[in-house]
């Protein structure tokens, strides 16, 4: 078992409420990491790494919060990460968490695994959406998703490259994780969106979907050709190296999500903050880099932005928030973001995420970045 997380005050009473509504099984689902839980753990821990070191006498009283994503202007530099079956959590599921960040003037990743089909959360939405696809065995089905996603309106594709297969999650395993009758991937035709049943512990019926569904023979010439036959521009998520990064701009991508898919896949991979600096530095403007993973606190953020991120992703806390109070706790997470963000600037002098020069230290050491 992984040491305890490191993580805001907030976030962790957030985790603590959403455990005492959901099942065990879910509940282990949304937290759990691969392995021995290291990354899981050191995603939140590596944030705490670092310092801030305030500007005085700045005169900032409101400082600019927004930003782009490829081209979409929104209000806050947090999006909703792709995060499956959110049903298990909300009975409105995505479509809940798309409303909420839409309040917030945020974007919205829809996992390919929605448990609301993508059309429906395009009405509940009032923020730009992106559409997850993992890459399959059937190429139709990706190709006819991207379609879809045309049609209703979304603006982007992220394309999950972390999850060949999935990494092994002891909790599922022991809880024989299995989804309720009513919770499916209802993007997917019927011969690949049917999910296992299993019987008992020793079995995920997730991973053994995984297995059935996804190709791990999938390669760059496989992107290249995604980005050639989609009019949407394509993300690259799970990237913790510089080389695949310049890589998957090569092959067409328009960006790259920083991401060690939460802790979930490979255990004692880097942590995505770590990863950041070489990947933002190794793109430079070719592409737009953000980063997924480990941010429970607004000066998470700040911290991310300092280090080269355009945006972050959030997760499991949205997911806790859905499971509380949903669309309406889910909101008042992204609000708290946006307003220990602001703080954070405010006090540290700084106007808005561009001006970040000098801002952190190292907290064990004199570099300054």
């Not at 290291?38 to 409101?62: C, K, M, Q, S």
């Not at 997850?132 to 394309?159: I, T």
């Amino acid at each position: 078992m992984a040491p305890a997380q490191v993580g805001s005050a907030e976030a962790d009473e957030l985790e603590r409420a959403a455990d005492a509504v959901l099942p065990q099984s879910v509940a282990d689902f949304v937290r759990g990491g691969a392995g021995d839980e290291l990354t899981l753990a050191w995603e939140t821990e590596a944030f705490r790494e670092y310092a801030l070191r305030p500007r005085v006498f700045g005169g900032i009283d409101r400082p600019d919060l927004s930003t782009t994503m490829l081209g979409s202007r929104v209000s806050l530099p947090v999006a909703a990460a792709p995060m499956a079956y959110q049903r298990l959590v909300h009975p409105a599921g995505e479509s809940a968490v798309a409303e909420a960040a839409g309040r917030a003037g945020a974007l919205t990743v829809v996992p390919m695994l929605s448990s609301v089909c993508l059309e429906e959360v395009a009405e509940a939405a009032a923020g730009p959406l992106w559409l997850q696809l993992y890459p399959l065995r059937d190429r139709e089905v990706v190709g006819e998703l991207a379609r879809r996603a045309e049609r209703a309106g979304y603006q982007a594709l992220v394309l999950t490259a972390d999850a060949p297969r999935l990494g092994t999650r002891r909790r599922d395993l022991r809880n024989g994780f299995a989804l309720p009758s009513d919770v499916e991937p209802v993007n997917l035709p019927r011969q690949v969106g049917t999910v296992a049943e299993v019987d008992g512990a020793g079995a995920s019926a997730i991973a053994l979907h995984a297995e059935a569904t996804h190709d791990p023979t999938f390669g760059w010439a496989d992107l290249a050709r995604l980005c050639d036959q989609t009019a949407l521009p394509v993300v690259v998520k799970g990237v913790l190296r510089a080389e695949d990064a310049r890589r998957a701009a090569d092959m067409g991508a328009r960006g790259v999500v920083v991401s060690s898919h939460g802790g979930r896949q490979l255990d004692r991979a880097v942590p995505s903050l770590h990863a950041l600096p070489e990947v933002a530095e190794a793109v430079g403007d070719r592409c737009e880099v953000y980063l997924d993973g480990g941010v429970r606190h607004g000066a998470d953020i700040l911290i991310a932005a300092a280090l080269g991120a355009r945006a972050v992703f959030t997760g499991r806390p949205l997911l806790w928030a859905l499971a509380v109070g949903g669309a309406d706790a889910a909101a008042r997470l992204f609000a708290r973001l946006g307003g220990e963000l602001e703080e954070a600037m405010v006090l540290a002098g700084r106007a808005n995420l561009t001006d970040l020069d000098g801002l952190l230290q190292p907290r064990r050491g004199d570099r300054t970045c």
